[in-house]
């Protein structure tokens, strides 16, 4: 990739002269759709990031936002952030995973936060697929690699498989982390004369042209040929950094902080400067480097990971290389803020003069064609019903993920109160006697059938994972996955995922405070789907939560749509992903604002026993995961219907375990409907009346038929 022939214009206009080589390697990254948005930006003011709770929103590293009922200087900040690494991971699944942890980790570092909490949304082509196989092996083994050894809980996510990410898997990761108003920084320069301070890992020439690379199709060879633009991660560096940056946060000697990612030191510090409207002049030899002979654009551009770029007062300069000593850390005085241009000097030869705004910001946005997605036809298969029972509970999209979670510490800093396996992790913040609840994910099925529609739904259904743990939601961060915005059918999709999530956030009342945005997921197999990953957060007093798993005595409700032969609709499903067919996606609820209130206060009652989301696999996979050895259920569903009331996948519904059905339906009353399924056993077996036919099967049959990735791995 280069320099397109109209920036090159526009930047020799803004110049006056034609670019040096480093210069035109700088706005060819730092212009790229990666860093700039140049197809999306547009679009994502249909976002709305604004709230009283909200203190730092989209623009910098990542976001903060303040607890509920937190006031003043004590109130207690969490950070919270998401990235792709989705290229990368293509070419090299560990290395491009494990960096994608990193990089969000250290994004979390430059707010002055400790991180606390990982989650990762991962997207493989279909599962029998060698190639799919190899790459979900490496990428799991990367997330779990680093964030293991950084000692940062991997507690959420979701993984999915399905066809069209064969050429071009998605690694999306969240980091939750915890801060306050005295320790807080951001990524804009305050004053010059202040001086630029490179802290961490030495300088070598892995990731060059890293953005770059990321805004580009990928090609049948990319996992050789471009393999030089992967970076390659050190976490037990991260692991000093990490700490080292709370040392310096503590003695309160940063003025402000940028991870060095995207565009390496020229991004990170280009950024800083631009956002105050300031300059900087950075001499690039004072870096310190790992490889012999690296010339200025190498220096300038190289990706290396396990990088911080400060902002430090001269006074403070001598404390803040005593303390990267201490960590055995390297550490640079490359330059000072100024109130000029950005310049870079190579050897006293001047190799970069532009002003730093322009270089952020100059980039002028795609005006794209678009084409909106045709809705499906109603065309659904005729399906034996047990065979369907068994297809859906043990396809790898809703069967246990356990053999990828089981590899994350999600244990480690002791403060995970629910772990991965449930609809939602919860996360102890001590700080404020709080508990923190994170759900991550997307639907490919549901955004490829409906991508406006799937992603309303895909925000409900995260609002609904946190709110069965009894939280409500606060905050979120999107990961917004397409492919060539060139092409205007793509466009069209995702311009129907960035409105729909807007909506839906917005109905909610949950602010999205960040975000990043990956395009060009394309390749020689085609697009991806329109891929709207949504990380949201949600706070409850105290850090219990009702499980998921049933109790051995209780009534079964279901809260929402039973899915009855008049308005059932399986759009989106897994059931016609395994079955062929097409529909109509469900229609959502008509007030999922005070559905989702509703449910997390019933999650709290002290007559509920188990709350479980219902969404993917629809009734069938929710019933089929609350059985346990210990608790079985007996449910009669009508069978007028039995493959709507059974596999449709309408959000927004949940299943409730209580004492007094009473209380429930109270509770919901004028909100949703409320249907008796049934009562709790004590024999683990799972028994569905279907009015002339009845599907039983017992937890260790459950168990074996959703072990679908352990035994696809063997």
């Known amino acids: 990739m280069s320099l397109a022939d109209s920036d090159r214009e526009l930047v020799v206009s803004e110049l006056g002269r034609e670019p040096t080589r480093a210069e035109a390697a700088l706005f ?26 909200v203190v730092v929103g989209p623009g910098d590293d990542a976001a903060v936002v303040a607890l509920p009922g937190e ?66 092996e490496g990428v799991v083994e990367g997330i779990s690699h680093y964030g293991n050894c950084i000692g940062v809980p991997t507690v959420a996510g979701s993984v999915d498989f399905h066809p069209d990410y064969e050429g071009n898997p998605l690694v999306n990761v969240a980091c939750v982390g915890l801060t306050n108003e005295d320790r807080l920084v951001t990524a804009e320069a305050q004053e010059p004369g202040n001086k630029l301070v490179l802290v961490g890992n030495a300088t070598g020439r892995d990731g060059l042209g890293g953005a770059s690379f990321a805004s580009e199709d990928l090609a049948e060879d990319a996992e050789t040929e471009d393999r030089p633009a992967v970076q390659v991660g050190d976490p037990y560096a991260e692991k000093l950094l990490i700490e080292a ?35 900087a002049r950075i001499e690039l030899e004072r870096v310190h480097q790992r490889e012999p002979n690296m010339n200025a654009l190498e220096i300038l551009l190289a990706e290396s990971q396990e990088r911080m770029c400060y902002e430090v007062e001269p006074e403070n300069v001598d404390r803040v290389r005593e303390i990267a000593e201490r960590f055995d850390l390297g550490c640079s005085v490359i330059g000072e803020v100024t109130d000029g241009n950005y310049t870079c000097t190579f050897d006293g030869e001047t190799v970069v003069d532009v002003d730093a705004y322009f270089l952020g910001e100059g980039a002028p946005m795609n005006d794209l064609a678009s084409e909106d997605p045709v809705e499906p036809e109603t065309d659904l298969p005729d399906a034996d019903l047990a065979a369907a029972f068994d297809a859906v509970v043990s396809s790898p999209n809703t069967a246990s993920k356990r053999w990828v979670y089981r590899q994350y510490d999600h244990e480690v800093g002791v403060r995970t109160s629910v772990g991965p396996g449930d609809d939602a992790a919860i996360v102890a913040v001590r700080e404020a006697e709080q508990g923190l609840a994170l759900s991550s994910g997307a639907a490919p099925n549901w955004t490829a059938a409906a991508p406006y529609e799937g992603a309303r739904a895909v925000a409900l259904e995260n609002a609904t994972n946190v709110a069965a743990k009894g939280a409500t939601p606060l905050a979120a961060v999107d990961c917004l996955n397409g492919g060539n915005p060139e092409k205007p059918d793509v466009y069209g999709g995702f311009e129907g995922i960035v409105d729909g999530l807007a909506e839906m956030c917005e109905t909610l009342s949950t602010p999205v405070v960040g975000g990043n945005v990956s395009l060009y ?50 759009g989106g499903s897994e059931y016609l992903a395994q079955f062929g067919g097409s529909d109509r996606f469900p229609e959502l609820p008509d007030d999922p604002a005070a559905l989702i209130e509703t449910l997390a206060a019933v999650a709290d009652d002290d007559a509920t026993l188990a709350v479980h989301d219902v969404s993917h696999g629809g009734l069938a996979v929710s019933l089929a995961e609350m059985v346990t050895e210990e608790a079985g259920l007996e449910v009669s569903l009508p069978g007028d219907d039995p493959a709507g009331e059974l596999f449709h996948e309408q959000p927004g519904r949940a299943l409730i375990q209580t004492e007094s059905v009473a209380v429930v339906r109270e509770a919901f009353d004028g909100v949703a409907p409320v249907v008796d399924l049934g009562t709790a056993t004590d024999d683990g077996t799972l028994s569905v009346d279907l009015g002339d036919r009845t599907i039983e099967t017992d937890a260790a049959e459950i168990r074996e038929r959703r072990a679908t990735i352990e035994r696809g791995l063997e």
Request: glycine letters at 12%.
């Open 28 to 53: 060819e990254n730092l212009w790229s759709e990666h860093c700039a948005y140049r197809s999306s930006r547009p679009l994502l003011s249909a976002f709305d990031s604004e709230g009283a709770q």
């Open 71 to 136: 006031e003043g200087e004590d109130a207690t900040y969490i950070t919270m952030g998401i990235e792709s690494h989705n290229h990368p991971s293509y070419v090299d699944p560990f290395d491009g995973a494990a960096t994608g942890v990193g990089g969000i980790v250290r994004d979390t570092l430059s707010m002055g936060a400790y991180p606390i909490a990982l989650a990762d949304s991962l997207y493989f082509g279909e599962f029998g697929d060698d190639h799919s196989k190899y790459l979900f």
């Open 245 to 279: 940056n709370e040392a310096l946060v503590d003695e309160n000697l940063i003025e402000s902080a940028r991870d060095l990612g995207a565009a390496g030191l020229g991004g990170a510090s280009s950024e800083m400067v631009a956002k105050a409207d300031l300059g």
């Open 521 to 570: 997921n394309d390749s020689v197999a085609g697009p991806i789907p329109p891929t709207p990953t949504l990380a949201l957060v949600g706070a409850k007093e105290g850090y219990d939560a009702p499980p998921l798993s049933a109790a051995p005595e209780g009534d079964l409700v279901l809260v929402g749509d039973l899915g009855l032969a008049d308005d059932a609709r399986l």
